[in-house]
């Protein structure tokens, strides 16, 4: 029976295994790419999706933003050329999102009859006519439960 081998931590397993080791340099390299994106063209969310050769492939969230990247793609290019990245192109993919669900609303509960009531005794010692008139369209709308 053999031995267990020693055991070691993940990353240094996949430092170790070449695929993997290029996937974490191809991955640091992109997520500095997307930084260096950020600060070339804040508050549009752009998302690096891959780097072709040339190429960077972003994800834009719509197609107007896809539109106004590609017309100041030069000055994004440059502004990524002099943080030392050589790219001449790039390309658009569609970034697909999930819509938020809103959850339902749940239904208000009545005041109760004791707040009503409070109300309605506000509204008697209320000066201000409009103020007393509000209250009592207020109270007027949750009339007391009919006693069963």
């Not at 197609?63 to 017309?71: D, H, L, M, P």
Request: charged share 25%; aromatic share 4%.
């Amino acid at each position: 029976m053999k031995p267990f081998p020693r055991t070691r931590n993940a990353s240094s397993w996949l430092r170790n295994e070449p695929v993997f080791a290029a996937l974490g340099e191809q991955a640091a390299r992109l997520t500095a790419l997307q930084a260096d994106l950020e600060q070339a063209m804040p508050g549009l969310g752009l998302v690096v999706v891959a780097l072709e050769r040339d190429t960077l492939v972003v994800g834009a969230a719509h197609a107007a933003v896809a539109a106004k990247v590609r017309q100041i793609g030069p000055t994004v290019l440059a502004g990524l050329a002099r943080r030392g990245w050589k790219i001449e192109k790039i390309r658009f993919k569609p970034q697909w999102r999930p819509v938020a669900v809103v959850a339902p609303r749940r239904p208000k509960e009545a005041p109760s009859a004791q707040a009503i009531a409070a109300i309605d005794a506000l509204s008697d010692r209320i000066e201000d006519p409009r103020l007393r008139a509000a209250l009592r369209r207020l109270a007027s709308r949750h009339p007391p439960p009919d006693p069963a």
